[in-house]
């Protein structure tokens, strides 16, 4: 299949190429992950995913230049491929798998390219339970449905997700479900807000343009899986006479500057998120993050 019209509706891939770009995928990422080495998937990889895993490498080969002594292979199995048709660009699918990591929790990848010379790359991943992985729409041949990230369908637009999740982070509300991502993470941080001698503070940070653009699968119950991004922000004050905890060699390697009072550390996190047909609270079904950079002042 080519596909090469910008209004045309296709599917985004065929099944045979969703299944190589899984297999190029993990090929990629191993021999990345045994040598620390970022160049060696770099082009497997990319947006919100992209980034975690840049900075991962570069903290290893900091710390362990000699490669990962800890390497084991990812072994992905049972990949239910879920390709949506759609026009225009980019072209993207969902790839539900098992992984003899991260116990039995279904590994969730979401593949992206912008063109037909472009490698396929994974954007997101978020660890799910098997039982919270919902059943998708499709029509008679087994297509997905991709959904308009303008869409007024749903309780919150896919476009505005990640600036609704922001703002809840910020000051609450109800448009999303309490959970470890939502209610319980806004507690920790109130909790770790002010410690003895130590001040936390946080700003947090939509992720909208480009390959951390939202993307979203139409669920069977009317619905959609949103797959989303954003950036936060944690800055560790020492108080007059104290120091900041000394961090440990990984957050060191990615760190610039000398931290003498204070220590700030940026992460990107890749969410995914059901939201409601209609109205309703928005559920954070998973959340990987990673730290990218940090700074000492």
Not at 102 to 120: H, K, N, Q, Y
Request: aromatic residues 8%; glycine residues 8%; positive net charge.
């Amino acid at each position: 299949m080519v596909v090469r019209g910008e209004k045309e509706v296709l599917p985004s891939a065929t099944r045979a190429e969703a299944a190589k770009a899984l297999r190029q995928f993990t090929t990629a990422y191993n021999a990345a992950d045994k040598s620390y080495d970022s160049s060696l998937d770099a082009d497997r990889v990319t947006g919100a995913l992209g980034a975690i895993d840049a900075a991962r490498l570069k903290a290893g080969r900091a710390t362990s230049p000699g490669g990962n002594p800890a390497h084991t292979p990812l072994v992905l199995s049972d990949a239910r491929i879920t390709i949506p048709a759609k026009a225009g660009w980019p072209r993207w699918f969902v790839a539900d798998t098992a992984a003899n990591k991260g116990g039995t929790a279904r590994w969730v990848f979401v593949f992206t390219r912008d063109g037909l010379d472009d490698p396929w790359a994974a954007a997101y991943l978020t660890l799910l339970d098997p039982d919270v992985v919902p059943e998708f729409k499709k029509d008679a041949n087994g297509w997905a449905e991709a959904v308009p990230a303008n869409s007024a369908e749903l309780a919150v637009p896919p476009r505005y997700l990640s600036k609704e999740y922001v703002s809840y982070l910020k000051g609450g509300g109800v448009k999303f479900a309490p959970g470890s991502h939502t209610s319980r993470w806004r507690a920790e941080r109130r909790r770790n807000a002010e410690r003895p001698g130590l001040v936390r503070q946080y700003l947090d940070e939509p992720l909208t343009q480009g390959d951390y653009a939202p993307l979203a699968l139409r669920t069977a119950d009317g619905g959609a899986l949103v797959f989303f991004a954003t950036r936060h922000f944690e800055k560790q004050t020492a108080a007059q006479g104290a120091s900041v905890p000394v961090p440990n060699k990984a957050v060191r390697a990615l760190t610039e500057g000398e931290i003498k009072q204070s220590l700030t550390l940026e992460f990107v996190s890749n969410e995914v998120a059901r939201v409601p047909e209609g109205s309703g609270r928005v559920e954070i079904l998973g959340r990987i993050q990673g730290m990218t950079s940090a700074k000492g002042e």
